[in-house]
């Protein structure tokens, strides 16, 4: 996937994933105030492992794990 295709996805899922939050405010309530949000599909753990070698920022992770709905990882 080249990084265009990669930021189209990210723009459409953060659209959808807004939409799953006001759809389900208890879900909303459960996010910390300050986070990084990754979504995240078959390969949950190479991306998790990856991104927490290449993180210099100590901001909490989430993340959502992309099926045919949204469920908080």
């Not at 309530?29 to 991306?47: A, G, R, S």
């Amino acid at each position: 996937m080249t990084q265009k295709e990669t930021i189209e996805r990210n723009i459409g899922l953060t659209f959808d994933f807004v939409n799953y939050l006001i759809d389900n405010p208890q879900e909303f309530e459960k996010l910390p105030d300050n986070f990084e949000l990754q979504f995240i599909e078959k390969d949950f753990p190479k991306l998790q492992s990856a991104s927490k070698q290449n993180k210099k920022a100590s901001l909490p992770e989430r993340y959502v794990r992309v099926n045919n709905t949204f469920a908080m990882a």
